[in-house]
């Protein structure tokens, strides 16, 4: 009885040798590091300087590395520090502005959301390879197309063209 007792014993020592010596070489998908990330998990190229629009109400907004400047219709230009993030499960751009920043002089912030995707303009009768869900600093929320900026193309300010990576003061 006691020879059988230590054999099971033995047999079961071993068998939990081999258990746990697999198991340092079976891999967890999770710990490993892989040498190139999977393409659902690497976020796009940064967005390129952009200029977006629409219509009801007609709107325009220019997207720059330094932040926004919403194009007032029949209103002053107002410029937004803030830039744009990557939101995976989505497959979109957000943008909003820096640090959370509350609206200057009360209101409503500007944020952004742009997809990569075509985007039929019906007043221009164009197709443009972004479109873009808005809120506007009046509060309306709008939708519309977007276009990369064009060169030399930048926000215009009542003292001239500023530099693309530098906001105007």
Known sequence: MSR????????????????????????????????????????????????????GPKWSIQFVSWGARYLGINQPDQDFLGGFFWVPDQKVWAWQRKNGLAPMGGGYALSATIRKASCTDPMRKETFPYSAQVNLPQGDMVSGCCRKLKAGE???????????????H
């Open 4 to 55: 059988t007792f230590v054999g099971c014993i033995v047999i079961s020592l071993f068998f939990f040798t081999v258990i746990s010596a697999q198991a340092q070489y079976t891999t967890n998908p999770l710990e490993q590091t892989p040498a190139s990330p999977p393409a659902s998990r690497v976020p796009p190229p940064k967005p390129p300087d952009m200029v977006c629009f629409g219509e």
């Open 154 to 168: 930048a926000p215009v300010g009542p003292h001239g063209l500023p530099s693309n990576n530098t906001p105007p």
